[in-house]
């Protein structure tokens, strides 16, 4: 497959934990990487590898895999966790690069 | 502290070539552990990656883009460009440019800030 699948759009409650997903044959067999874009700024990488985040990323920022399904959990989501995120591996064949569609997290 | 500017013309007409440029500073394009990317964004919409190139002029590009797309890299300048032919409107996106590990994640650890290409008459 040459698709990343994400929801849409997610919400969750102000300290709770919510779970973004991200799906694709591609994911048996490559890491997900996972950026935050706030309105008007760049992505930002947020976790990237097995489960490494770059400098500045605070702990509650995790990521867990299951087959063809990656994970991007927030524990504890702050409301400064609002904004799109993106997931992003190789496809299929190993040559190319995906990106995911993109899922809006609200926080209520 | 990495940096990475692109630059550009803001508008293109249609059926030209678009043409951006990516200054790096803060460190080497020449280091033989990073590809250098360009990915782009149109309004309201999401993340396209576009086409990568390491310092001695590897590229791979994505598919749906491929016949268009050229990537090249200047060392001595400390620059990589984009060249995307045959625009049209629905090329319209925030350009961006950006670093990429070459080991198992392949993640983009520094973007530049993007600039918006308008493809119009």
């Known amino acids: 497959s040459s698709e990343l699948t994400q929801d849409p759009a997610v919400s969750v409650a102000l300290g709770q934990t919510v779970r973004i997903t991200c799906q694709g044959d591609?994911?048996?067999?490559?890491?997900v990487s996972w950026y935050q874009q706030k309105l008007g700024q760049a992505p930002v990488l947020v976790i990237y590898g097995k489960n490494n985040r770059p400098s500045g990323i605070p702990d509650r920022f995790s990521v867990s895999s299951s087959g063809n399904t990656a994970s991007l959990t927030i524990t504890g989501a702050q409301a400064e966790d609002e904004a799109d995120y993106y997931c992003n591996s190789r496809d299929s064949s190993g040559n190319h690069l995906l990106f995911g569609g993109g899922t809006k997290l609200t926080v209520l | 502290q990495l940096q990475l500017q692109e630059s550009g013309p803001g508008l293109v007409k249609p059926s030209e070539t678009l043409s951006l440029t990516c200054t790096v500073s803060g460190g080497s394009i020449s280091s033989s552990i990073y590809y250098w990317g360009w990915i782009r964004q149109p309004p309201g919409k999401g993340l396209e990656w576009i086409g990568s190139?390491?310092?001695?002029?590897?590229?791979f590009h994505n598919p749906s883009l491929m016949s268009r797309v050229t990537i090249s890299v200047d060392t001595s300048k400390n620059q990589f460009s984009l060249k995307l032919s045959s625009v049209t409107a629905a090329d319209t996106a925030v350009y961006f440019c950006?670093?990429?590990?070459?080991?198992?994640?392949?993640?983009?650890?520094?973007w530049g800030q993007g600039t918006l290409v308008t493809v119009s008459s």
């Open positions: 591609s994911l048996r067999n490559y890491y």
């Open positions: 950006a670093r990429t590990a070459v080991d198992s994640s392949w993640a983009f650890d520094y």
């Open positions: 190139i390491y310092y001695s002029g590897s590229t």
